[in-house]
């Protein structure tokens, strides 16, 4: 079954420093989503891309796809306080039908120092 | 922007007590589920429903646990007996359509089983 391990469990940085976190997976995906979750809250979708698209921007974010490595990278620029928060890679299989759903790595943890 | 929403926010129960947790999903999504998160662990996916039924659920989901469309707006979970390890967020989300659209995720419920 398809995972997604993100890596590092957890990462501290200063205000105004990039954080770059990654995911890899183990099979075949249609897509990869990077959730975010702020501690006991809900999940914030982020940005999703497909398995055909190599990177995607959305604002501070920007993701890569490297489907040969199965592996995607979530890039957060010019990194805020309020960014802290855990981040969540999850695939969906690329089989389709009524069976869609997402498979979530462990996270990372990313703290923002001011 | 449409959410998904989730009642109780936290409930405290006692081990063996039924419980149901409760959802409205967007309105014009077709497609439902209910992901699990315990306490520092992975989102876990649970069940996923469309038309009416069950279309996928994880091994997590045994007989004590179902799903329910009651009224065309709401979406539950049922717990019969919990156990201590149920404590847990739990989530819902819905999609409109897939593969490759975004699935949107409740604020979560925290269940406590004492």
């Known amino acids: 079954s398809q995972q997604g391990e993100e890596d590092p469990q957890a990462l501290s940085i200063q205000e105004g420093e990039n954080a770059t976190m990654n995911c890899s997976y183990k099979t075949s995906i249609n897509n990869l989503q990077w959730y975010r979750q702020n501690s006991g809250r809900g999940l914030v979708h982020l940005i999703l891309i497909r398995s055909n698209e190599r990177e995607k921007h959305s604002g501070r974010l920007r993701v890569t796809l490297d489907t040969s490595k199965k592996s995607s990278s979530l890039l957060i620029t010019a990194s805020r306080a309020a960014d802290t928060a855990s981040y969540f890679c999850?695939?969906?299989?690329?089989?389709?039908?009524?069976?869609?759903?997402?498979?979530f790595g462990k996270g990372t943890l990313l703290t923002v120092n001011p | 922007e449409p959410e998904v929403t989730q009642t109780p926010s936290h409930q405290v129960t006692q081990m063996g007590q039924e419980v149901i947790l409760r959802c409205v999903p967007i309105s014009n999504h077709l497609y439902f589920y209910w992901y699990r998160q315990i306490l520092g662990q992975k989102v876990e996916f649970l069940v996923s429903?469309?038309?009416?039924?069950?279309?996928?659920k994880s091994e997590i989901f045994d007989d004590q646990f179902s799903v329910e469309r009651p009224d065309g707006s709401n979406f539950t979970l049922k717990i019969r007996s919990t156990k201590l390890e149920d404590s847990a967020m739990y989530f819902c989300?819905?999609?409109?359509?897939?593969?490759?659209?975004?699935?949107?995720f409740g604020e979560g419920s925290w269940l406590t089983v004492v």
């Open positions: 429903f469309y038309n009416n039924e069950i279309s996928e």
């Open positions: 999850a695939t969906s299989g690329s089989s389709g039908g009524s069976n869609y759903k997402l498979t």
């Open positions: 989300a819905s999609i409109s359509t897939f593969p490759g659209n975004t699935i949107y």
